[in-house]
């Protein structure tokens, strides 16, 4: 593991940016690559049709961990911090998801703003040039650098506000006359400031997709 010089900071842990909440058992992470959503089978959502000449793709991207990395990379936290009992994504806004294509410069051939919740996921589809089916097919057969998959998206922030209240109670306070009643009631205020979002983009090798790994 590679940690932050900050042990309550942000660290890395198995390539992906964790850092702790609250009490220190749960822990945020901030997705580190999007991958193509899989099936109930394990197969990766990614469909050419091809019809004669012309070619259609449809293909389900996500940004969130899926089941079996997410179990993997509490366990790895785990080794380190035992008392992590859980991993949560970091409140994100997405941007984009697209799949781009490399033909002598990365292109994209379809792109999304997504489903705007977790996992943010996003449904891409496209009609495909011969070479632009040619680098898919490279890549779902384990070619790299043929196609890729794109994410941008904000992370954190938020908005400043003032929150409100009241405090009141009663109590006995002694006087030279003897014991005294009183009551006491107060308006409470106090402001948050807002922080700034950070924007971040992040890709992944399409052909990472179709690798098979073992948890």
């Given amino acids: 593991m590679t940690a932050s010089s900050d042990t309550n900071g942000p660290r890395i842990v198995g390539g992906v940016e964790v850092s702790p909440k609250g009490d220190g058992h749960t822990w945020i992470y901030v997705p580190s690559q999007p991958s193509l959503e899989r099936s109930d089978t394990g197969s990766p959502l990614l469909q050419i049709i091809e019809a004669g000449p012309v070619a259609f793709l449809a293909a389900t991207v996500r940004l969130a961990l899926s089941e079996p990395d997410h179990s993997a990379l509490l366990a ?29 410069s990365w292109t994209a051939i379809a792109e999304s ?34 196609a890729r998959l794109v994410a ?26 003897g014991s005294a009643g009183y009551v006491y009631r107060g308006e409470l205020d106090a402001t948050v400031e807002p922080t700034a979002s950070t924007s971040r983009e992040v890709t992944a090798d399409l052909s990472r997709s179709f690798v098979t790994t073992d948890h």
């Fill in 76 to 104: 790895q936290l785990q080794a380190d911090d035992p008392t992590a009992t859980d991993l949560q994504a970091a409140p994100i806004s997405v941007e984009r998801m697209a799949l781009e294509v490399w033909t002598g």
């Fill in 113 to 146: 703003a997504g489903s705007g919740a977790f996992p943010w996921t996003a449904a891409l589809t496209a009609s495909l040039a011969a070479e632009t089916t040619a680098a898919l097919k490279a890549a779902a057969a384990g070619t790299a650098d043929r």
């Fill in 152 to 177: 941008r998206f904000q992370v954190g922030g938020s908005s400043g506000q003032v929150r409100e209240g009241t405090a009141s109670g009663q109590g006995w306070a002694e006087t030279s006359a």
